[in-house]
């Protein structure tokens, strides 16, 4: 079809020639750099969780260690290692609470900026939002959980001999 195309615009117009580009082709060529960044936004996402994991099971190990000698009268006295683990997370998801309270506005704003940018936008909805919230109380209890159980599971006598 397209050689026919050809051969009937060289017969109107001597000297010319046909040039012609597919409407999907434009479109991909189009969309090619949103791939990337695409890419790319995993990627650094990716770190970023990892980062903030770090962080967090950093700030984890540095409050069990600071509150050793709580966490050993407190089993003396026959707290459960349940009740331990739920004391330190307990009080580093309020931090991940705070955090995702201030991120979801600003998150909300940029996507609404980025998909001003498109002629069709995606229907989006609010538990989108809800589900990354979970996500990241999730990955944060897992990961302060982790140092908690540790904290919890240290024999009472160590930490009290040293008084």
């Known amino acids: 079809a397209i050689a026919r195309l050809q051969q009937l615009y060289a017969a109107y117009n001597p000297g010319f020639t046909l040039d012609y580009t597919f409407l999907d082709a434009d479109y991909q060529a189009q969309y090619v750099a949103e791939g990337q960044v695409a890419v790319l936004a995993r990627y ?44 330190l997370t307990g009080s580093l998801t309020w931090l991940v609470v705070v955090a995702i309270v201030l991120a979801l506005p600003l998150s909300y704003l940029l ?51 040293a008084e």
């Not at 969780?49 to 089993?75: H, P, V």
């Not at 936008?121 to 999730?138: D, I």
């Open 111 to 161: 996507l609404q900026r980025w998909l001003e940018g498109f002629a069709y936008r995606v229907a989006w909805q609010w538990w989108y939002f809800a589900a990354a919230g979970m996500g990241a109380l999730l990955i944060a209890w897992l990961t302060v959980s982790v140092q908690a159980w540790r904290a919890a599971r240290r024999n009472p006598v160590l930490s009290l001999r």
């Open 44 to 87: 650094f996402a990716g770190l970023a969780i990892l980062i903030s994991a770090l962080g967090l099971l950093g700030l984890a190990a540095f409050t069990a260690e600071r509150r050793r000698k709580e966490i050993g009268i407190r089993k003396a006295l026959g707290a459960s290692e349940l009740g331990i683990v739920w004391l």
